[in-house]
């Protein structure tokens, strides 16, 4: 069985794009890496061997801080482009993705948070990993820093009003999401619940939230099964057939 290293910044988990791979018969190794509120965590492993992907999820961190375990995340991810590893980013680790590989990330003037409306662009309605989600879609979002300026080779595939940098392909195995595409509904009530202070600075209320979540979650729910389905047969194929 392939196994997939996913490392998870916050109390949040790989929601339905882990059970879709678990699906497709793939072995999730999860590291809760400063997601533990008592202070306990996971350390970065040093090397991916043995693994067949990386995941890097989202998380409350800031992408530029000095904090232990970034710095051997941004080497790890350097190790999984290097190797040509499937490797895939979401929010946080999107923007990691973008620092440890040469681009630019910084705060934004203003978060983006709930459903927002992203559009591929031409390259992105091209792309097979992104067959069947479509071009105007809504996404859910919360996060306040964004990639500024992508990795040297990178290919910006979507983009929303206030975010230019909302889907990115660097090379063939690498893949990263400012948007949350893995939360389900639960998942939903947590993000509410625990991003009062976001939800604020985007002068968002909890009623405008469920008006939103209620007008676009059906959309959002199939875009966002059809694009773990999309990772887990595009990005991940060769290594399922190598785990034999």
Same mark, same amino acid.
């Given at each position: 069985?392939?196994?997939?290293?996913?490392?998870?910044? +916050?109390?949040?988990?790989?929601?339905?794009?882990?059970?879709?791979?678990?699906?497709? @018969?793939?072995?999730?190794?999860?590291?809760?890496?400063?997601?533990? %509120?008592?202070?306990?965590?996971?350390?970065? %492993?040093? +090397?991916? /061997?043995?693994?067949?992907?990386?995941?890097?999820?989202?998380?409350?961190?800031?992408?530029? @801080?000095?904090?232990?375990?970034?710095?051997?995340?941004?080497?790890?991810?350097?190790?999984?482009?290097?190797?040509?590893?499937?490797?895939?980013?979401?929010?946080? =680790?999107?923007?990691?993705?973008?620092?440890?590989?040469?681009?630019?990330?910084?705060?934004?003037?203003?978060?983006?948070?709930?459903?927002?409306?992203?559009?591929?662009?031409? &390259?992105?309605?091209? /792309?097979?990993?992104?067959?069947?989600?479509?071009?105007?879609?809504?996404?859910?979002?919360?996060?306040?820093?964004?990639?500024?300026?992508? %990795?040297?080779?990178?290919?910006?595939?979507? +983009? +929303?009003?206030?975010?230019?940098?909302?889907?990115?392909?660097? =090379?063939?195995? &690498?893949?990263?999401?400012?948007?949350?595409?893995?939360?389900? @509904?639960?998942?939903?009530?947590?993000?509410?619940?625990?991003?009062?202070?976001?939800?604020?600075? @985007?002068?968002?209320?909890?009623?405008?939230?469920?008006?939103?979540?209620?007008?676009?979650?059906?959309?959002?729910?199939?875009?966002?099964?059809?694009?773990?389905?999309?990772?887990?047969?595009?990005?991940?194929?060769? &290594?399922?057939?190598?785990?034999?």
């Amino acid at each position: 069985m392939a196994t997939i290293l996913v490392l998870q910044h +916050s109390t949040v988990g790989p929601g339905r794009l882990g059970a879709t791979l678990r699906d497709h @018969a793939f072995k999730l190794d999860i590291k809760k890496i400063d997601a533990q %509120p008592n202070g306990r965590h996971d350390s970065v %492993p040093t +090397s991916l /061997d043995g693994y067949q992907g990386l995941i890097c999820l989202g998380g409350p961190a800031a992408p530029d @801080a000095d904090l232990p375990w970034i710095e051997p995340e941004l080497n790890l991810i350097r190790q999984a482009n290097d190797q040509q590893l499937p490797l895939v980013g979401i929010c946080l =680790g999107h923007q990691l993705i973008a620092r440890a590989l040469g681009g630019e990330v910084a705060p934004m003037t203003k978060p983006e948070w709930g459903f927002e409306t992203v559009t591929l662009n031409h &390259t992105g309605q091209t /792309d097979s990993l992104l067959a069947g989600i479509p071009w105007d879609c809504p996404q859910f979002e919360s996060h306040t820093y964004e990639v500024t300026s992508p %990795p040297p080779g990178a290919t910006i595939l979507a +983009s +929303s009003e206030s975010c230019n940098n909302q889907i990115m392909r660097i =090379g063939q195995r &690498t893949f990263s999401f400012q948007y949350h595409f893995e939360v389900d @509904a639960a998942m939903l009530d947590h993000f509410e619940h625990t991003d009062a202070r976001i939800m604020e600075q @985007a002068e968002i209320t909890s009623s405008v939230f469920r008006a939103q979540a209620l007008e676009h979650y059906e959309m959002f729910a199939r875009a966002a099964d059809r694009l773990c389905v999309n990772l887990a047969t595009y990005a991940f194929p060769f &290594t399922a057939l190598t785990a034999v």
